[in-house]
Each structure stands twice: as C-alpha cells, then as structure tokens.
C-alpha cells in the first residue's frame, strides 16, 4: 500500500509562491505517473498537473500552465508542485495521487494512491 503525504500549504498572498511536496511511501515508483489535483470551495475536484515519475512527459491544466511546474527529488520518493504568481481562483485543497502506471492521465478515477490534501488559501 502506498502512502503519500502532502505538505507545504499554507496561506499567501496573490502573486506569492508557494511549494507543495507530495511524499511517498513507495520506494519503487519508477513505473508510476503521479498527479496533482484540488478542491476549491463548493467546487469539483479538478485535475492540476500530472508526471510521470521516470520523468519525460509532464502536463498541465491551462489555468496553471506557464505559473506552475513540477519537479521530483527521486532520492526522497519527493514530488513537488512549484506554484507561482498565485491567483485568489488558486484556492483549494490540493491533493497528489499516484497511479500503478507510467502513462499519465487527467482523470482522477485513474489513479490508485491519494493523499490526505494540504489547504492553499491565496488572498487578494
């Protein structure tokens, strides 16, 4: 069973930086893609961002292409979430998940593993 943690929230002010980490449990999680995705207030859970974690193929919502990317620390089982000039709509809890498999999806039923979230509140 793999376990994945995130951490990193907090509150920031628009136009801030924040980085999410999403650690695992898995120390084999070369065959795997890994993903990032948020809840905001009253809202869906929509897809943020997605890699796999051999590294080569990396995508992006397009509300947060060009301000977020995503980086892996392979040594600590670490994925992070470099999110960037922060927008008020950012606000959400944000989640990372892991799926048994390298291709990596925008849908979240795809995925295997999920974190307990970490709550971003960006203020305008």
């Known amino acids: 069973q793999v376990q994945l943690v995130e951490s990193g929230g907090g509150l920031v002010q628009a136009g801030g930086s924040l980085r999410l980490s999403c650690a695992a449990s898995e120390r084999t999680f070369s065959n795997y893609a890994v993903g990032w995705f948020r809840q905001g207030p009253g809202q869906e859970r929509e897809f943020v961002a997605a890699t796999r974690w051999s590294g080569g193929v990396t995508e992006f919502a397009d509300s947060v292409k060009g301000r977020f990317t995503i980086s892996r620390d392979n040594a600590k089982n670490t994925v992070f979430l470099q999110m960037n000039s922060l927008k008020s709509e950012d606000t959400a809890v944000y989640y990372c998940?892991?799926?048994?498999?390298?291709?990596?999806?925008?849908?979240?039923?795809?995925?295997?593993?999920w974190g307990q979230g970490t709550q971003v509140t960006v203020s305008s």
């Open positions: 998940a892991a799926r048994r498999s390298s291709v990596v999806t925008r849908r979240g039923y795809e995925y295997d593993y």
